[in-house]
Nanobody
Framework: QGQLVESGGGLVQPGGSLRLSCAAS????????MGWYRQAPGKQREMVAT???????NYSDSVKDRFTISRDAGENTLDLQMNSLKPEDTAVYYC??????????WGQGTQVTVSS
């Protein structure tokens, strides 16, 4: 079984920006509902943003108007542009691929830390 691979995490000051990327060599992302999820210490994993096969996006209220999810069908990558970052955005961010015909695929996660 293949794996989703996230990159782009790191340490950023409040108000700054980061761009996360997710790559996969074993699935065609355009036919899955792709998503970004995050898990902060002591909290449950939560949905951040998703994009379905038709291109419809969905965001959690906490990141709406600050984060943008996008998918490049040619490169088979999924990105998350994060602007105006806040300390409460600190978490491990996971890429996910979901469908009705298979169990969800998850990446290993990338750490995002927002701190001054």
């Amino acid at each position: 079984q293949g794996q989703l691979v996230e990159s782009g995490g790191g340490l950023v000051q409040p108000g700054g920006s980061l761009r996360l990327s997710c790559a996969a060599s074993f699935i065609r992302m355009s036919i899955y509902t792709m998503g970004w999820y995050r898990q902060a210490p002591g909290k449950q994993r939560e949905m951040v943003a998703t994009i379905n096969s038709g291109g419809t996006t969905n965001y959690s209220d906490s990141v709406k108007d600050r984060f943008t999810i996008s998918r490049d069908a040619g490169e088979n990558t999924l990105d998350l542009q994060m602007n105006s970052l806040k300390p409460e955005d600190t978490a491990v961010y996971y890429c996910s691929a979901q469908s009705s015909w298979t169990d969800p695929y998850w990446g290993q996660g990338t750490q995002v830390t927002v701190s001054s």
